[in-house]
């Protein structure tokens, strides 16, 4: 029997489904294919590879070990951790530079989220069947140019997250994603599938996995590390505060593999689908954030029984999406309840509104407001930037070295059940391999 109090995950499955459901998003298939694209492919890749195995798994291991100890949200869990063990309570910032991140990227998330709502529309009306590369371009540059129509797909995609965080309905989320995120993986692989009849195939896998090195500098590098933290949730508190509902014989090392593989194999496969369509169409692959949305329409737009497959993976990627927005929601919704008057519900409405109105600022920049606003970037680059380059990062340095240097060593050993060779490795990965990456890339990427 668990000696844990306070609300726990139904099962074991029910919290891996979680995490993976948070993980899962439009992280691995609208922003890897593009940063992929962006960043010249297969060097890209393989640095982000690596970052996910050796910065991604000690980092995605300590949030959930702070959680399940503090038992609290990742503020007060910080707090309460810091203070037991005698350290300062300026540990606590780790916390809210985690819920500040998940705020200002639920922001810019929820206005891409709007786009894959859009799409599942269009799918539907057949506006893609038989359009050429310049057609789906002129369709998504439309899009992008109508302010109106952003705000009110962002206002959509926004309130859907609303509707379902202030029900808290937790069970219909948990059995939603152990049907559908199957199927989304199912549709993707349909999708490798067609673009093996493009010819280009070869090339696309060139691309992604024949690495040209010359492309390789500390900009790449900090981009790579801040996908892998954006892909796994990690430096939002996010994973902290999902720890905290976690019983005490849930493996965490053996369930952070788990989770990083999934979303790993996501991403990959959304590249294998994503690369054959942009070089069959002589499309760029540097197109940016709007790389799904001018590329795979046009494989709906042309292949057999394409306006269902393109209904279903837009109606599948709104999904993942949503399942990620709530969860980037709840440490911001969890705050308000603790530290204001608020029920649950105005909390919810409250930040959510707050959210929504920053999002309008990102979503003007694609159109009336595409201005440098600070370091030449627009507001949109600007929060995804300022996150996924500075923000994750810290908030996740300082969650593991939290756990590797500030807690007691043999605690933690017995906590994750491991000894001799593995701790060793343990110890090795959380207290310098993790945080030196981090720290090297973060400060390489800046100068
Ligand atoms: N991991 C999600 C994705 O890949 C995005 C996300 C980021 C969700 C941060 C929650 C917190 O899309």
């Given at each position: 029997m668990s000696k844990l109090s306070h609300a726990q995950w139904s099962s074991k499955m029910a919290f891996i489904l979680a995490a993976t459901g948070s993980a899962v998003g439009l992280g691995n298939i609208w922003r890897f294919s593009y940063m992929v694209g962006d960043s010249g492919g297969a060097a890209f890749v393989l640095v982000y590879l690596i970052c996910v195995a050796v910065i991604g798994l000690p980092i995605l291991v300590a949030e959930w070990l702070i959680g399940r100890r503090g038992q609290k949200n990742p503020i007060n869990a910080m707090a309460e951790l810091a203070r037991e063990r005698g350290q300062p309570g300026a540990w606590m910032l780790v916390g809210f530079s985690g819920v500040l991140a998940a705020f200002l990227i639920l922001s810019f998330y929820s206005v891409i989220g709007g786009w894959s709502l859009s799409y599942t529309l269009s799918s539907v009306t057949g506006a893609f069947s038989g359009q050429d590369a310049d057609g789906i371009g002129a369709i998504f540059g439309g899009l992008l140019s109508n302010p109106g129509l952003l705000l009110l797909w962002h206002t959509a995609f926004m309130a859907l997250v609303v509707w379902i965080v202030a029900r808290g309905v937790t069970k219909g989320l948990e059995s939603a994603v152990r049907t559908l995120m199957p199927a989304l993986f199912i549709l993707l692989l349909l999708l490798v599938g067609y673009g093996m009849t493009t010819g280009h195939f070869g090339e696309a896998l060139a691309f992604m996995?024949?690495?040209?090195?010359?492309?390789?500098d500390g900009g790449v590098v900090l981009a790579a590390m801040g996908q892998a933290f954006f892909t796994l949730s990690l430096g939002m508190g996010i994973m902290m505060a999902y720890g905290s509902y976690l019983g005490e014989d849930v493996n965490l090392i053996g369930t952070a593999r788990t989770v990083i593989i999934l979303d790993t194999v996501v991403a990959l496969i959304a590249g294998m689908a994503i690369f054959p369509i942009v070089f069959a169409n002589g499309l760029s692959p540097g197109e940016g954030p709007g790389l799904i949305f001018v590329t795979l329409p046009l494989a709906f737009g042309n292949m057999g029984g394409g306006m269902i497959i393109g209904l279903m993976f837009f109606l599948l990627l709104t999904f993942a999406a949503l399942t990620s927005a709530i969860s980037l929601l709840e440490p911001v919704v969890e705050l308000m309840e603790e530290r204001t008057p608020l029920s649950r519900v105005a909390a919810t409405l409250v930040s959510a509104v707050a959210v929504w109105a920053l999002g309008i600022a990102a979503l003007l920049s694609f159109n009336v407001w595409d201005v440098p606003v600070l370091f030449g970037l627009n507001v949109f680059d600007l929060l995804d930037t300022f996150t996924s380059k500075i923000l994750l990062p810290l908030t996740g340095l300082g969650a593991v070295v939290f756990v590797a240097w500030c807690l007691d060593r043999t605690s933690v050993e017995k906590e994750l059940g491991i000894g001799g060779t593995a701790a060793t490795l343990w110890h090795a990965s959380a207290r310098f391999i993790a945080p030196v990456g981090v720290v090297i890339v973060f400060i390489t990427g800046l100068i």
């Open positions: 996995f024949s690495p040209d090195w010359s492309a390789l």
